[in-house]
């Protein structure tokens, strides 16, 4: 192992010690630099400890709150080099999230993430860890929630056309496609009124 260079150690430590004495610059510390970064590196630290974002939303953010553009990218790319934010991480963990919690559809998860301005490659990533299968769970779930409100058996065709959209309405607002959510409705909304029918 190679031995630390004394004449080194000795000018880190000379610095070191100016630098807590308050003397301004040195060559190692720029004192006016640091003062520039300390308020932005605060702030972004403050907004990640409430909860993950992505670079692009971090800095509309700092942006936003009056700091220099050129500093605030200083410190996202230290937050990025110390891996306080990442991307690709930041979509993984967001789409694995809200399509369990609220039974978004990749389509709606991918709209939020291009929001967020997370890059196209990292979207694809993420949202690669959703299988068509999910999908199909996720849009049943959220089409069984639904029909469970339904508390009689529509009189006619005319109300149940009307519950059914009800019902199909909710997958749409998710994102799911309208073909998937007219089949999956229809099938749940039956096997609801069929569960009445039954009591």
Known sequence: ????????????????????????????????????????????????????????????????????????????????????????????????QRAKRRGKSSRALDRELVQKGVGRADRADALAQLSEEDEEHTAREVAEKKARQVKRVPADRSEYNKVLRRVVGAMARRGFPEGMALAIGREVLDARLEELQDS
């Open 1 to 96: 192992m190679a031995q630390p260079d004394p004449e080194k150690l000795e000018r880190l430590q000379a610095a070191l010690a100016a630098y807590a004495r308050g003397e301004g610059s040195s060559e190692l510390f720029d004192r006016t630099r640091e003062e520039a970064l300390a308020p932005v590196r605060k702030r972004a630290l403050g907004l990640l400890d409430q909860r993950a974002r992505s670079r692009s939303e971090l800095r509309e953010r700092l942006v936003r709150a009056e700091f220099e553009p050129q500093v605030v990218e200083e410190v996202l790319d230290e937050l990025e080099r110390n891996r306080l934010i990442n991307d690709a991480a930041f979509a993984h963990e967001w789409v694995r």
